[in-house]
C-alpha cells in the first residue's frame, strides 16, 4: 500500500515537472517567433515609469487605430521613461533584442531626438561615441549623435534601425525623448524586435551608413532638464530659418523665383536703356550749342551722328530738311520724339506686370497652404494643438510674402525709370525748341549766313 501511494506521487512530480518544462519550451517557441517587445504602444511597458512626472500622453498617434502617443513641449523635455532593462545583442535569445522601430513627427523646424540610457561591460563601448542617441533636423541644441536625418520629420514617420549595428551591446535602462526647439514633437509605436521580420507593417532596416557622426561631448548635457531661464529666453526670441521656409513654400514659389529673375534682368537692361546717354547725352547738347553759336550746320549734322539717341534722331531730321519750313519740321521731329520717348516707357510696362502679378501668385500659393493646413487639422485633430495648424500657416505665407518682396522693389524702380524717362522728354522738347528758335527765330538765321567768298560773287554778279 506505500509502495503504491509512493509510485502515485512519484507519476504526480514527473507529470508536473513535464508540464513545467512543455510549459516552459512553448512560452519560449512563442517568445521566440513573435520576437517583439513594446516599449510604447499606448501605455508605458511593465515596470516602466516616467522620471519626472508630467502629462506626457495624448489622444492619437499616427494612425486612425492608434489611441495614445507621447506628446513632448520644449519646456517638457527630455521626457525620460525609466525602469528599464532590455539586453542588445547580436544574436539575441530569449528576452534579447537587436531592432528598433519608432514613430515620431516635429510641428516645427529645428531638432527631436531619441537618447538610450546603457549599461555595458565592453571597454570601449561602440554606442559611447554616438552618445546612444538618434536625431533629426539642425541646430546646436543636440550635438552629439546620429543623425537620421537633416530635416524634422513633419509627418508622422516610421523609423527602423538596428541598435546593436549602431551602438554594439548593451542593455536599455532608460529612454529619454528630447525636443529641445520651438514646437512640439510626438513619439509612438515604440518597439523592440529580435529580428528584422518581428515588426509588422514596419519598413525595412535603414543601412547605417546614412546615419551621419557629430562631435562627441559630455553625455550627461542631453540628460539634465532646461533651466526655467532658458525657457523663458527661448520663448522670447523667434529664431527663423528664412532657407526652410522658402523651401517649404512648395510649387507656388516657382513662379515666384521665374517673376523675380525676369524682374531683375529687365531692371538691369532698362536702367541701362532709358539713361540720359540714349536719350539726350550731355556731351551731344553742348556739342549742338556751340556748332549753333558758330552757324556750323555741319558741325552739328555731325555731332547729331556722332552721338546717336533720340534727341539727335529728331535734330538730324531738323538739320537736313531746315528748307522745309518751321512749322513742318518741328511738328515732324517732335512727333519723332514722342514715339521714341513711348517706345521707351513701354519696355517698362512689363516691371508693373509683374508687380501686379508675384503678390496674385503669392496670395495663391497662400491659399493653397491654409486649404493643406487645415486639411491637417481634419486628419490629426487636436494632436498638435496650435502647433500643427501654425506651423503650417507660417509655410503657406512664406508664397505671399515672396510675392510682396518681389512686387515692392518692382514697383519702386518702375516708378523711378518712369520718371526718369519723362524729365528727359522734358530736356529733349527744350533742345528741339532751342534749334528750332536758332534756326529760324534768331536775328541772323542759319541759311542767310554763306561764306564771304560766295557773297562777293553774287555781288560782282
Not at 3 to 28: D, E, H, K, P
Not at 57 to 81: C, D, F, N, Q, V
Not at 240 to 268: E, H, N, S, T
Request: charged share 20%; proline share 5%; hydrophobic share 40%.
Amino acid at each position: 500500500m506505500k509502495f503504491r501511494s509512493f509510485f502515485i506521487v512519484l507519476n504526480t512530480l514527473i507529470f508536473m515537472a513535464g508540464a513545467m518544462f512543455f510549459s516552459s519550451s512553448l512560452f519560449a517557441q512563442n517568445a521566440n517567433k513573435q520576437g517583439m517587445y513594446e516599449i510604447f504602444g499606448d501605455t508605458l511597458p511593465e515596470g516602466g515609469q516616467w522620471k519626472k512626472a508630467g502629462n506626457y500622453i495624448r489622444k492619437g498617434g499616427y494612425t486612425k487605430e492608434s489611441e495614445r502617443y507621447i506628446y513632448l513641449t520644449p519646456s517638457s523635455s527630455p521626457a525620460e521613461i525609466t525602469g528599464l532593462s532590455i539586453p542588445i545583442r547580436e544574436n539575441p535569445g530569449v528576452g534579447e533584442y537587436r531592432y528598433i522601430t519608432f514613430g515620431w513627427i516635429k510641428w516645427g523646424e529645428g531638432q527631436l531626438g531619441i537618447k538610450f540610457g546603457y549599461e555595458t561591460t565592453a571597454k570601449n563601448p561602440t554606442g559611447k561615441k554616438y552618445n546612444y542617441t538618434y536625431f533629426a533636423g539642425t541646430g546646436d541644441s543636440i550635438t552629439t549623435g546620429l543623425s537620421l536625418s537633416d530635416r524634422t520629420p513633419g509627418r508622422w514617420t516610421i523609423t527602423t534601425r538596428d541598435l546593436w549595428k549602431d551602438f554594439g551591446d548593451f542593455t536599455i535602462t532608460d529612454l529619454s525623448f528630447i525636443c529641445p526647439n520651438r514646437r512640439d514633437a510626438g513619439f509612438d509605436a515604440i518597439f523592440l524586435g529580435n529580428n528584422p521580420d518581428a515588426f509588422a507593417n514596419a519598413p525595412g532596416i535603414i543601412p547605417t551608413k546614412v546615419a551621419s557622426i557629430v562631435n562627441v561631448e559630455d553625455d550627461d548635457t542631453l540628460n539634465e532638464p532646461p533651466l526655467d531661464e532658458e525657457i523663458d529666453d527661448q520663448s522670447q526670441k523667434v529664431e527663423i530659418d528664412w532657407a526652410a521656409q522658402i523651401r517649404a513654400g512648395g510649387v507656388m514659389m516657382y513662379p515666384l523665383y521665374l517673376l523675380g529673375f525676369v524682374a531683375i534682368i529687365l531692371v538691369v537692361q532698362r536702367f541701362i536703356i532709358s539713361s540720359r546717354a540714349n536719350l539726350a547725352p550731355k556731351k551731344f547738347c553742348s556739342s549742338v550749342h556751340d556748332n549753333l553759336s558758330r552757324k556750323d550746320i555741319k558741325g552739328a549734322i555731325e555731332a547729331c551722328r556722332k552721338y546717336p539717341s533720340t534727341l539727335s534722331k529728331s535734330l538730324l531730321f531738323i538739320f537736313e530738311h531746315k528748307d522745309a519750313g518751321k512749322e513742318a519740321v518741328s511738328q515732324t521731329a517732335g512727333d519723332m520724339a514722342v514715339r521714341d520717348i513711348r517706345k521707351h516707357l513701354s519696355s517698362v510696362y512689363p516691371l508693373s506686370v509683374i508687380a501686379s502679378l508675384s503678390p496674385l501668385l503669392g496670395l495663391l500659393g497662400t491659399i493653397v497652404g491654409m486649404i493643406e493646413a487645415f486639411g491637417l487639422v481634419a486628419l490629426y485633430g487636436d494632436e498638435g494643438g496650435a502647433a500643427i495648424l501654425s506651423d503650417s500657416i507660417s509655410k503657406a505665407l512664406i508664397t505671399t510674402a515672396a510675392g510682396l518682396i518681389i512686387a515692392a522693389p518692382c514697383v519702386a524702380v518702375y516708378f523711378i525709370i518712369r520718371n526718369r524717362i519723362m524729365s528727359l522728354g522734358s530736356v529733349i522738347e527744350e533742345e528741339i525748341e532751342h534749334v528750332i528758335t536758332e534756326l529760324y527765330l534768331s536775328d541772323k538765321p542759319l541759311d542767310s549766313a554763306k561764306p564771304e567768298e560766295e557773297k562777293s560773287h553774287a555781288t560782282v554778279i
